[in-house]
């Protein structure tokens, strides 16, 4: 039976057995207890602050075909872009301007930016701005390119490891791709010294609860700086189509569970949880998450990065869309600021 003194057990000790966890996770009575206790630890680490990082979609190319992505290779109907390097100059300018000190390059797996055109772009922005961060989210690369974008200026990398079990994965991905290459790639990414955020999908399909205890256990010896959690949400395009989108109170409980286990975390409220939740992204922020990533792609591409349906802030603005973040942040009591937002680790 699950009790308080769970509660009490998980955020003095970061950690529980996989039988305490299975109960908190199948069980939802003590839910409230469990959100705040994790805006009380958020706080202890994090005060209100929350640290933006402003994306940019930069190519909705992939050479993959992940069964639950709408940027899937063989989904044939979206209409595919790339942006140039001026694009992406003028987007890191509005953005700077609008008070963004992190900027993520995030793309599908596209060979048309090869490693020098990618070196050229980080080196450009690092010697724009002296006090930003470049985070890469470009998915799974050679440990050559990896070192060169460090050595371009790179600081942190986002490559989710989207199910820590093997037989899973190979549920969610084509036989081409594999746990260990990912793995493999987090690994490396860490000894180069980035930075690095890891995660995975709630509600992806197939996924058990057993699956998310190894996802925690994997996290727990990774021990990434960010994790990024939000609900799987079905494209009409792939696969996947008729499965079922991943639950926003699983996704909550999660956000809870991982900010008691890793209380220095970075952890985002995701576009997909304010996507499946019209508030989404505040409850996430309200019960532990630190971090929000609004888009900074020009707006005529934005609804061509359509990874899952219905996302949201496609029709927006950069300066809109921090505008009415800002709002949403301040509405709950908390505040956006304005810094590169490292983890704080003790
Ligand atoms: N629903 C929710 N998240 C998704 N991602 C990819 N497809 C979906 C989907 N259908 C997530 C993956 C990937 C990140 C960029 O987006 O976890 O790592
Ligand atoms: Fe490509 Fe990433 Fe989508 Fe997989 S999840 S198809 S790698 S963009
Ligand atoms: Fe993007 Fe509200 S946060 S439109």
Redesign the pocket.
């Known amino acids: 039976m699950i009790e308080q003194t769970t509660i009490k057990k998980l955020s003095e000790t970061s950690n529980l057995t996989d039988i305490e966890l299975k109960e908190l996770l199948e069980n939802d009575f003590l839910d409230e207890e469990l959100y705040r206790e994790a805006d009380r630890v958020r706080k202890e680490n994090y005060g209100t602050d929350v640290y933006i990082r402003g994306l940019i979609e930069f190519t909705n190319y992939c050479k993959n075909n992940?069964y639950?992505?709408?940027?899937r290779y063989e989904n044939r109907e979206i209409e595919r872009y790339r942006l140039s390097k001026e694009d992406i100059l003028n987007c890191c300018n509005e953005g700077y301007n609008l008070g963004f000190r992190t900027f993520v390059l995030?793309g599908g797996e596209d060979p048309f930016y090869t490693d020098e055109k990618l070196c050229d772009i980080i080196s450009s922005i690092k010697n724009l701005y002296s006090d930003i961060a470049v985070t890469l989210?470009i998915g799974e690369k050679k440990d050559e390119s990896y070192l060169a974008f460090k050595k371009a200026g790179a600081d942190r990398y986002?490559?989710?490891h989207?199910t820590a079990n093997e037989n899973h994965y190979s549920k969610l991905h084509p036989a081409n791709m594999s746990l260990a290459n990912r793995k493999n790639c987090l690994k490396t990414l860490k000894k180069l010294g980035y930075q690095i955020g890891s995660?995975?999908?709630v509600g992806?399909p197939f996924q058990t609860t057993e699956n998310i205890i190894e996802d925690i256990r994997f996290l727990q010896e990774l021990s990434p700086d960010m994790i990024?959690i939000?609900?799987?949400?079905?494209?009409h395009n792939?696969p996947?189509k008729n499965q079922k989108?991943?639950d926003v109170k699983l996704t909550l409980k999660l956000i809870s569970i991982l900010r008691l286990m890793f209380p220095y975390a970075l952890l985002p409220a995701?576009t997909?949880l304010g996507t499946l939740s019209p508030n989404g992204r505040e409850l996430g922020l309200k019960v532990g998450a630190n971090v929000v990533m609004p888009n900074l792609s020009p707006k005529n591409v934005r609804k061509k990065y359509e990874?899952?349906?219905n996302k949201i802030c496609t029709g927006e603005e950069s300066a809109q869309c921090k505008r009415c973040l800002e709002r949403r942040i301040e509405s709950i009591g908390y505040k956006i600021i304005i810094s590169k937002g490292d983890v704080k680790r003790k």
Request: one cysteine or more; charged letters at 10%; a negative charge.
């Open positions: 992940c639950y992505c709408g940027l995030q989210s986002l490559l989710r989207e995660g995975f999908m992806s990024g939000g609900p799987y949400i079905t494209h792939t996947f989108n991943g995701t997909a990874i899952y349906e």
